[in-house]
T-cell receptor, first 116, second 114 residues
């Protein structure tokens, strides 16, 4: 089946530094990928839609300059958390759709970011 | 504004019994609904879905029921197994089953006891 690989699975960084998270579709091409964020015991909140070769579409309330998204190829999207602060600590998950049917959404294994 | 809600944060069920997870939504334009299962530190995995033109969809031990007038859907797992212990999210979309954004509920943690 379709696989989405996300790296790293966890990262600890110092406040003020930037962290890059990668999301790769391993056996299919994805013109669109999605980035979610989950706080403990809360829902997965869509942050942005990553579009290959064009700018990402951000959800209301998500800072574009804070969460930089690059979708440079059909198999790779990256999320960079810039100037990270403790409140950015969260679980970040990407997903991609290897077809046209919505039930086919495949999620990465997520990245646990801790900012100290 | 939480458009998709799962009012029970947790549920405990004995092995072999039926697990019923509930989900309510407020946006009547949602036309496709999905259930996902999630383990800690992992991404969600798809379980079952239903289109708004149906009121029931069944796949093995999993059945999803949709009550559009009540804006309510439920996931039934029978018989429940210890391996079903996880967090379950319902999600809704506007795309009629094609690629579109998903709006997730807050999740229900299911624990199946021996």
């Amino acid at each position: 089946g379709a696989v989405v690989s996300q790296h790293p699975s966890w990262v600890i960084c110092k406040s003020g530094t930037s962290v890059k998270i990668e999301c790769r579709s391993l056996d299919f091409q994805a013109t669109t990928m999605f980035w979610y964020r989950q706080f403990p015991k809360q829902s997965l909140m869509l942050m942005a839609t990553s579009n290959e070769g064009s700018k990402a579409t951000y959800e209301q309330g998500v800072e574009k300059d804070k969460f930089l998204i690059n979708h440079a190829s059909l198999t790779l999207s990256t999320l960079t958390v810039t100037s990270a602060h403790p409140e950015d600590s969260s679980f970040y998950i990407c997903s991609a759709l290897p077809g046209r049917r919505i039930y086919g959404y495949t999620f990465g294994s997520g990245t646990r970011l801790t900012v100290v | 504004d939480q458009q998709v809600k799962q009012n029970s944060p947790s549920l405990s069920v004995q092995e072999g019994r039926i697990s019923i997870l509930n989900c309510d939504y407020t946006n009547s334009m949602f036309d496709y609904f999905l259930w996902y299962k999630k383990y800690p530190a992992e991404g969600p995995t798809f379980l079952i879905s239903i289109s708004s033109i149906k009121d029931k969809n069944e796949d093995g031990r999993f059945t999803v029921f949709l009550n559009k007038s009540a804006k309510h859907l439920s996931l039934h797992i029978v018989p429940s197994q210890p391996g079903d212990s996880a967090v379950y999210f319902c999600a809704a979309s506007l795309g009629g089953g094609t690629a579109s954004k998903l709006t997730f509920g807050t999740g229900t943690r299911l624990q199946v006891t021996l």
